[in-house]
């Protein structure tokens, strides 16, 4: 399985990521170590592309989005044929509603 990133994932981590950083005032050395955990596990998925389980918020798109939890962040994903493509990393202290966009 070869993992692909959406504009949109790398958009949303940028986002949660300086939020934690500028805004929260995580210091920058753990923010780094949020985001390498997080692409570690979304890395993982090579091996085991439905370890994750079903995105309810996410059926009505009809797309198969799965989920991992890594902290308090879901990675979001969809496979299709031999690829993983991950489309987000919401932060789940956020409202689920955002996620439907």
């Known amino acids: 399985m070869r993992i692909i990133y ?19 005032g995580v210091p920058l050395e753990k923010v780094l170590e949020i985001r390498n955990q997080l692409l570690d596990k ?8 439905h370890l994750g389980q079903i995105e309810e918020y996410l059926e009505h798109l009809e797309k198969g989005h799965r989920r991992l939890i890594e902290g308090n962040f879901k990675i ?10 991950i489309t987000d990393f919401f932060d789940t202290r956020q409202h689920p ?3 439907k966009g």
């Open 97 to 99: 509603e955002k996620m």
């Open 42 to 49: 979304a890395e993982s998925l090579t091996t085991n592309p």
């Open 6 to 24: 959406t504009d949109q994932s790398f958009k949303s981590l940028e986002e949660s990521l300086s939020f934690l950083w500028k805004v929260q």
């Open 76 to 85: 979001i994903y969809r496979v299709e044929s031999d690829c993983v493509y």
